[in-house]
Nanobody
Framework: QVQLIESGGGLVQAGGSLRLSCAASGRTFSTSAMGWFRRAPGKEREFVAAITWTPGITGYADSVKGRFTISGDNVKNTVYLQMSDLKPEDTAVYYC????????????????????WGQGTQVTVSS
């Protein structure tokens, strides 16, 4: 079992920044990749960013590329999502996900690729 706890969400004005954190605990040694997804009101959950645990290959949705940065700390078992130049359309509940099987040589963009999920943290961007 792996437990994921997100933090760092909140209310920010458009153009501002936030950093989300996702702390993993439990059987983290088998983690091959982690990702961030989000669900905006009335919409399906969508991929935001992902990272392989080693060697740290990253991938992003087109909508956040150049504004968001995903990173990981293997010692702390924590993955971060630095969000800059936030827009009202970034308003959503952000979820952290972990994949504890398979190759760590590529990142994954689909929900079904992950087998553990956090509870989510709300990000609200005001205009």
């Amino acid at each position: 079992q792996v437990q994921l706890i997100e933090s760092g969400g909140g209310l920010v004005q458009a153009g501002g920044s936030l950093r989300l954190s996702c702390a993993a605990s439990g059987r983290t040694f088998s983690t091959s990749a982690m990702g961030w997804f989000r669900r905006a009101p009335g919409k399906e959950r969508e991929f935001v960013a992902a990272i392989t645990w080693t060697p740290g290959i990253t991938g992003y949705a087109d909508s956040v590329k150049g504004r968001f940065t995903i990173s990981g700390d293997n010692v702390k078992n924590t993955v971060y999502l630095q969000m800059s130049d936030l827009k009202p359309e970034d308003t959503a509940v952000y979820y952290c996900a972990a994949r504890t099987y398979g190759s760590a040589n590529s990142y994954y963009t689909k929900e079904g690729h992950y087998n553990y999920w956090g509870q989510g943290t709300q990000v609200t961007v005001s205009s």
